[in-house]
Every structure is written in C-alpha cells, then in structure tokens.
C-alpha cells in the first residue's frame, strides 16, 4: 500500500511541476480564458487531452523517422502543425456527421482549445523526453491532465483575485499571470528546483 501511495505522490507531483502552463507558461492565455467558468473547464480538457494524446503517438512514429536525418528538425513545426490540423478537421467532421448536437456546442471553442501553445508545446518536448510510443502517449496524456488541474486552481482563484481588493490596474489578465507565477514557484520549491545562474 505504501508502494502505490508513493507512486501516486510522484505523479500527482510530476503532474503539477512538469506541468506546461506552470513550467514553461504554455496556454496560459487558454488556462486563464477557460478558467472562468466551470462548464468550460471540461470541454476545453477533453479536447486538448484528446489531442495531445493521439497527436503525440502520432509524432512518435515521425519523429523515429525525421530526426535522426540531418536537417529533420527544421521540418518537425510544419510536420506538428499539419498533423494537429489534420487531426483538427477529422474530429469537427466526425462531430458533425455523428453527433450534430455536440458539433453545434463545440464549433466556436474547439479551435481555442486545439491551436494553442500547450498541444504544440507537448508535441515538441516529447521529442526531448520522449523514447518510446508509451513515454509519448503518457506525455500527451500527462499534459491534458496537467491543463486540467492548472484550470481547476485558476478557477478557485478567479472570484478571489477579480475583488475590489486588487488594484484596478492589475484585476484580470495582468492578476492571474502574476497567480500563475506564484503558483509555479511553489511547486518547484515542492522539489527542490535549482536554477544556476
């Protein structure tokens, strides 16, 4: 029992400090934007965790064939853009044909939750982490997770930080950017991060 429960610990650590929109500030403009209300949190995690995870066995498979050339890197950000819209329009037709309802609520955010910085960003650091089809899968799935605990801790924040008490100047956009980097301290300081200067 101890075994799993310091497994779980682990992960839900990994999850918070290797985190895209707290380690590298990928999507936060999404985070921010889909933290305001709850109904959002769940398609917006849906979509990307969708996305991160079968884009990134996707890139696994070109990635064992691209990088290892000479210049295969130069031609990875149009390769993970093209498979990210690929990807993009199969589900919105696949929505469509299917599950019309759904397609009719999902049409107008579903591009903010696939083209944002935290799908390319995934695609893009499991080619440095990444050395098998499962350590991609897992990434990929990590970083859906990841987005989905950045926006529940945002949200919980967001009435907090939207009060008369903030300075006018610093209440939405410019507050939650100075939260989210105060959260990310907190969690490096979680592991005793060290940075050399």
């Not at 990210?84 to 919105?92: F, G, N």
């Not at 990434?139 to 924040?157: M, P, R, S, V, W």
């Not at 100047?169 to 005793?192: H, Q």
């Amino acid at each position: 029992m101890e075994i799993i429960t310091a497994i779980i610990s682990a992960a839900m650590v990994s999850i918070f400090v290797q985190n895209a929109i707290f380690e590298r500030a990928f999507g936060s403009n999404v985070t921010i934007y889909a933290s305001r209300k709850e109904s959002h949190i769940s398609g917006f995690t849906i979509g990307i965790t969708a996305m991160t995870t079968v884009a990134s066995a996707i890139t696994y498979f070109l990635d064992s064939a691209l990088l290892p050339l000479e210049f295969g890197w130069l031609l990875m950000p149009v390769i993970y853009v093209a498979i990210i819209s690929i990807l993009y329009i199969s589900a919105l037709l696949f929505l469509w044909r299917l599950f019309p309802k759904v397609f009719a609520r999902v049409k107008k955010y579903a591009h903010l939750a696939i083209f944002n910085c935290t799908v390319i960003g995934a695609l893009f650091l499991n080619s440095n982490y990444g050395s098998d089809i499962w350590s991609y899968i897992g990434y990929g799935l990590g970083t859906g997770i990841g987005f989905f605990l950045a926006c529940l801790l945002l949200n919980i924040a967001h009435e907090k930080l939207d009060s008369d008490k903030i300075p006018k100047a610093f209440r939405g956009y410019p507050i939650m950017l100075v939260y989210i980097g105060v959260i990310s301290l907190a969690f490096y300081a979680l592991v005793g991060y060290t940075v050399d200067f």
